[in-house]
């Protein structure tokens, strides 16, 4: 533990209101927070979820439609977890992409990959970019995912719009995340959950203040009918969101 501490000290430092909440101001700020919990991000997710996260995104990948030797692109891909299973959907005759803005994240996920001794794994590439501004050719890729990211950048209509851009006609988009109900009771127990047992862990790996942005992030999100509204807005032929894990996560489904 001693060392995750000094791993974690060597990154930039949060900013604070007097209350002790993190104040979220821009994607430089989102950037910073990601780089802090990229350490122990993965131990994090299996803790939290019970392990629960691998089978949404495993739901997640299954619904980009990805198929052998596609293009493939997973936007805001941390430590590479959808992005190692787009690799195994597209083999080793297509090209897979891991885009994000922390580097942190992104050197995990290289070593992950340096780990791995399936073939198609080498057909990875990893880059460091924005989602507001993807550094691709129109209709570039066969399909896309993005995994927990969207409720985090700055700009989701201009996000989506270049999703939409450089995704082929007729290809699809695959977006999970926390979902944001518009039942109370599900919205109650969400947050009880997040306060009484995020929170609590979270702290445990000294990640308490970042771990307590989460809920006012979701409480920002859109609903699944929003999300599908932004869609068709930017310019995606149909969408569709489905709530899974109880309710507590979505999956928004869409097709240029």
Not at 28 to 46: G, K, S, T
Not at 52 to 58: D, E, N, P, T, V
Not at 154 to 159: G, L, Q, T
């Amino acid at each position: 533990m001693a060392s995750l501490h000094v791993a974690l000290s060597s990154l930039p430092a949060p900013s604070f209101r007097p209350t002790g909440k993190l104040v979220i101001r821009c994607s430089a700020d989102r950037q910073a927070l990601f780089n802090r919990i990229a350490p122990v991000y993965d131990n994090l997710n299996d803790l939290l979820s019970l392990g629960q996260h691998r089978i949404w995104k495993r739901m997640a990948v299954s619904w980009s439609g990805a198929k052998e030797g596609d293009d493939v692109l997973d936007i805001c891909c941390g430590s590479g977890d959808l992005t190692f299973l787009l690799s195994e959907k597209v083999g080793s005759h297509g090209k897979a992409v891991g885009l994000d803005f922390s580097n942190e994240q992104l050197l995990i996920a290289s070593t992950r990959q340096k780990l791995r001794s399936k073939t198609c794994y080498k057909n990875i590439k990893w880059m460091e970019g924005n989602a507001l501004d993807l550094p691709f050719p129109d209709s570039s890729f066969d399909a896309v995912t993005i995994g927990y990211g969207l409720r985090n950048v700055v700009d989701r209509h201009r996000a989506m719009a270049e999703i939409c851009r450089i995704l082929k006609p007729g290809s699809t988009l695959s977006v999970l995340d926390f979902n944001k109900s518009i039942n109370p009771l599900s919205t109650t127990v969400q947050e009880l959950m997040i306060d009484n047992i995020v929170v609590p862990v979270a702290s445990g790996y000294g990640l308490e203040n970042e771990y307590k942005y989460l809920k006012s992030s979701i409480k920002d999100f859109l609903t699944g009918n929003e999300l599908e509204k932004l869609a068709l807005e930017v310019g995606f032929s149909t969408a569709k969101h489905f709530e899974i894990g109880f309710g507590f996560m979505g999956n928004l489904v869409a097709i240029r």
